[in-house]
């Protein structure tokens, strides 16, 4: 597997605020937006 140089991406990368604490997934199950989360099925 080659690693991809994207220099654009360092500020999001290095970025504190970005960063939330646990999953993506688990937090887009918690909230009731289903279809705007694209969650088919519980």
């Known amino acids: 597997m080659k690693n991809l140089w994207a220099p654009w991406r360092m500020?999001?990368?290095?970025d504190e605020h970005a960063k939330k604490s646990g999953c993506i997934f688990?937090?887009?199950?918690?909230?009731d937006k289903d279809k705007e989360n694209l969650i088919l099925y519980r």
């Open 11 to 14: 500020k999001y990368i290095h």
């Open 26 to 31: 688990c937090e887009k199950l918690k909230e």
